[in-house]
């Protein structure tokens, strides 16, 4: 079976991307991402592949609550633009 232009599309928009493109909001999801940015640079070759990736590096940090509320927020955010652009 031959992959649609959009599939290619969607498989492409990893949460590690996702997450970096939201810096520019100003709400909890953009604190995340500039954290995020911050802190894992894309020239460290670190890699978040998912939501529960990102889990464990703030369980490892010691995150405060809002952090995993933001993640929460994230994720569902991520996967509805996943619904989306699948859709197109």
């Not at 599309?9 to 991307?17: A, E, G, P, Q, V």
């Not at 952090?67 to 619904?83: F, H, M, N």
Request: aromatic share 6%; with cysteine; net charge negative.
């Amino acid at each position: 079976m031959s992959e649609t232009t959009s599939e290619r599309k969607d498989m492409s928009i990893t949460f590690n991307r996702w997450l970096r493109a939201q810096a520019h909001r100003q709400d909890r999801v953009g604190d995340l991402a500039r954290d995020f940015n911050a802190d894992t640079p894309r020239e460290s070759g670190i890699r978040v592949a998912s939501s529960a990736d990102l889990e464990r590096v703030l369980d490892w940090h010691g995150a405060c609550e809002g952090a995993y509320a933001a993640l929460q927020r994230a994720e569902v955010e991520w996967i509805t633009s996943k619904d989306r652009e699948s859709k197109r």
